[in-house]
């Protein structure tokens, strides 16, 4: 508990991020960049970008790993899972409720009022990081290449699940063209690999579907319960692209297949969500602060509504452990193991092309975001969209401002507009 205490500055930090990091991942790693580099000094603008570049290469959620990989260097597996709790917990809990406020809520309402301008901001958090990270990993002609191609390449396939993990393994490949040696005096510490990190990950994995199919065939009571651990465990697992890869798995899980001709039958006991309660919820967890992932919550309760409050709870409980189990025990394994390939120069040559891959990656996201935002008109709303993307990246850029700040800020502007 004492090791703790000098990690409440730190603690205190993600808390108020985690309260106050709205847009989605494409808006964290600005919020990051501000207030663990520039401000704390938690890591530096290089380890951040390894982190985020190599959180890119894993399913699951990606902002979460990156902000579990600051604590897990700061103090290890201890204060990582206390971070990621501190991380996901608001907004599951948020999310969670609205599960079983669904049926008053009108889904124009998320993009009203208070979240007027939270699009924009996200924009200019996101054009900050890709600024600072162009600078930090887009050196020389052939990253600037690179960066462009995943720009591009992102942007007209930002919805493909594997666009990033490929677009990751090409750049590695391209720079490994080059002559560039691994740093002589450049020292890694090497960590421990925990091995039960992965054992759990399969051990779990295989509990849970063994569990789901045994509740499915022999239709127990509560067999929605198991069956929504293994769904959510398994969408943990195999998910790249974030929110935007999830969501579409949920509705085909959850809204397509139970139309299917085979589970017509309305005694099947099978899990069935509507599809306007489902994207209803996909609305809402953009409106609020914290990770996309956390719809694991508002899923989960949904799920489970007509089972029964004490259920709806349980599956709002369900949502949550089982969406980010495996991005935690995937991410704390393979770390270790990265940093110690990491000294052998074909990974430390990659590294080079995966960073400008992922300044492409921002770039990209930053464009697709713009896309559904009106800016080239001469209205009074494209004005205000331009004035908030700029004012957004200037205070990021030229003040100390710190980033809680800039949001209440954009949501109070969007109060009173």
């Known amino acids: 508990m004492l090791a703790f205490i000098r990690h409440i500055p730190f603690l205190r930090a993600v808390l108020l991020h985690s309260l106050t ?19 704390r000094k938690d890591i530096t603008k290089e380890e951040l970008m390894e982190y985020v570049s190599f959180c890119q290469m894993l399913p699951g959620a990606s902002s979460t790993q990156t902000l579990t990989l600051i604590g897990y260097k700061r103090g290890g597996v201890p204060l990582a899972v206390v971070t990621l709790l501190i991380w996901i917990l608001p907004a599951c809990i948020i999310m969670g409720v609205l599960s079983f ?17 939270i699009p924009e901001m996200a924009i200019g958090f996101l054009s900050y990081a890709a600024f600072k990270s162009f600078k930090v990993s887009v050196k020389n002609p052939i990253t600037l290449i690179i960066m462009l191609v995943a720009m591009v390449a992102t942007f007209f396939l930002f919805k493909t699940p594997w666009v990033i993990p490929g677009l990751i393994i090409l750049g590695g490949i391209v720079t490994n063209f080059s002559s560039k ?131 709806q709870v349980l599956g709002c409980i369900i949502g949550s452990v089982a969406i980010f189990l495996p991005s935690a025990l995937l991410v704390l394994f393979f770390f270790p193991v990265w940093q110690y390939l990491k000294r052998y120069v074909i990974v430390y040559r990659s590294l080079e092309g995966i960073n400008a891959v992922v300044v492409g990656l921002m770039w990209a996201a930053s464009l697709y975001l713009l896309k559904d935002i009106s ?25 100390k401002i710190p980033p809680p700040l800039i949001v209440l800020g954009c949501l109070l502007f969007g109060f009173l507009i």
């Open 21 to 39: 990091a709205f847009g989605g991942p494409q808006g964290h790693l600005g919020m990051m960049l501000k207030t663990f580099v520039d401000k």
């Open 101 to 117: 406020l669904v049926g008053y809520i009108e889904t124009a309402s998320v993009k009203t009022g208070l979240f007027r301008f």
């Open 181 to 311: 040696r691994y740093p002589e005096n450049e020292k890694i510490k090497p960590r421990q690999i925990r091995w039960t990190n992965i054992w759990l990950f399969v051990l779990v994995f295989l509990i849970a579907g063994l569990l789901s199919e045994t509740a499915r065939k022999q239709d127990w009571k509560d067999r929605k319960a198991y069956n929504l651990f293994e769904n959510f465990y398994r969408f943990g697992s195999f998910v790249f692209g974030g929110g935007d890869v999830l969501i579409p798995m949920m509705v085909d899980q959850y809204v397509a297949r139970p139309t299917a001709k085979k589970f017509q039958d309305s005694t099947q006991n099978i899990i069935r969500i509507k599809r306007d309660d489902l994207l209803t919820g996909a609305g809402m967890v953009r409106a609020i602060p914290g990770p996309v992932f956390s719809i694991g919550s508002y899923v989960g309760g949904i799920a489970l509504k007509e089972e029964g409050r004490k259920l």
């Open 375 to 399: 800016i080239l008109n001469f209205s009074t709303d494209a004005m205000l969209n331009i004035s908030i993307i700029t004012a957004t990246f200037c205070l990021l850029q030229f003040t």
